[in-house]
């Protein structure tokens, strides 16, 4: 059976650094994109980027380029999501995404499992 | 970047009606187009992908269609566990978007 286990939720100060994770099992993890949607408190899903696990390729979106680090650790089948300095505005619940390609595996085609998401709360 | 449009953005309906929703992309994505369902503080779940391809396990009373830069999710009858808030994404290239999604209500 095929899980994706994010870590804990998180309460920070703005300014502090964080790291959040998302274990999978039940698969090959280097096999599939991995990576990360962010939901703002009442608001839409938003792609962040992810990684190819076996090469570690990474993609990111242009909005969040810069702002966030993607990595994936392929010996303990972990990925990753890192702030180095967190603002108010990164309070959101994030979502880790295994992307999955279609029958002929040369084109992504959805997300198919979702971890159970991650609240990181960043407040003063 | 393609930019992707729902409508509406709201809905309200009976168990029993049949649902149209729409999804508009700023450019031709050819069939990388895939329909999720979220309800409240839970993760989305796929129920199409590939525009018109229902994912294992999900209701046959979903179905989708379209090519290039529209495209429609249909629930042939409402149920109950029905009422949530219904995400597009394009996947033909980076970046990934999401619509902003559609909300199905109780009438």
């Known amino acids: 059976e095929v899980q994706l286990v994010q870590s804990g939720a998180e309460v920070k100060k703005p300014g502090e650094s964080l790291k959040i994770s998302c274990k999978g099992s039940?698969?090959?993890?280097?096999?599939?994109?991995i990576g990360w949607v962010r939901q703002m408190p009442g608001k839409g899903l938003e792609w962040m980027g992810f990684?190819?696990?076996?090469?570690?390729?990474?993609r990111y979106s242009p909005s969040f380029q810069g702002q966030v680090t993607i990595s994936a650790d392929k010996s303990i089948t972990t990925a990753y999501l890192q702030w180095s300095s967190l603002k108010a505005s990164d309070t959101a619940v994030y979502y880790c995404?295994?992307?999955?390609?279609?029958?002929?595996?040369?084109?992504?085609?959805?997300?198919?499992?979702w971890g159970q998401g991650t609240l990181v709360t960043v407040s003063s | 970047d393609i930019q992707l449009t729902q409508s509406p953005s709201f809905l309200s309906a009976s168990v029993g009606d049949r649902v149209t929703f729409t999804c508009r992309a700023s450019?031709?994505?050819?069939?990388?187009l895939a329909w999720y369902q979220q309800k409240p503080g839970k993760a989305p779940k796929l129920l199409i992908y590939?525009?018109?391809t229902l994912q294992s396990g999900v209701p046959s009373r979903f179905s989708g269609s379209g090519s290039g830069t529209e495209f429609t999710l249909t629930i042939s009858s409402l149920q109950p566990e029905d009422f949530a808030t219904y995400y597009c994404?394009?996947?033909?290239?980076?970046?990934?978007?999401f619509g902003p999604g559609t909300k199905v209500d109780i009438k």
């Open positions: 995404a295994r992307h999955t390609t279609g029958p002929l595996a040369d084109r992504l085609v959805a997300v198919d499992y």
């Open positions: 039940g698969y090959s993890f280097t096999s599939f994109w």
């Open positions: 990684i190819y696990p076996g090469d570690s390729d990474t």
């Open positions: 450019q031709g994505i050819s069939s990388y």
């Open positions: 590939a525009a018109s």
């Open positions: 994404q394009q996947l033909n290239s980076y970046p990934l978007a």
